[in-house]
């Protein structure tokens, strides 16, 4: 069922503090330029590494910005899968419920997600022109 791990995404309340961090701070190529809700981080060996607005993961997620108070601030992990569908029906049939099932989002990526045991969000995904392994 899960491919590969896609990626990571930290949730965070203050995106220009979190960009200016990894940025400033941390010295790496942060590219914030295509969403004021998230941005993307090069880090050398990981496919995809990101900063999260909690509005944004709130909406993504549950349908509202307002729905924060649902959004654990951390860490999400998303894992690549072949088919969200698929992949949603095998963890429905093992008792894992859905925060909600499988959507395209408004960037064209298929998704499905659930909360861990931790309370931490983690996303099933098809994104077949990125994220990429050699298996």
Known sequence: MIRHLAGIAEIVDDLEAAVSFYRNDLGLEVDDSESADYASVKIPGVIHFGLWSRE???EATYGERTAVDRVTPGLTIEFEVDDVPSASHTLNSR???LLHGPK???W???TARLSLPSGALCGIAETPWARRIET
Request: proline share 8%; hydrophobic share 40%.
């Open 56 to 58: 944004a993961a709130a």
């Open 95 to 97: 008792g894992i419920q």
């Open 104 to 106: 395209v989002e408004p």
């Open 108 to 110: 064209g990526q298929t």
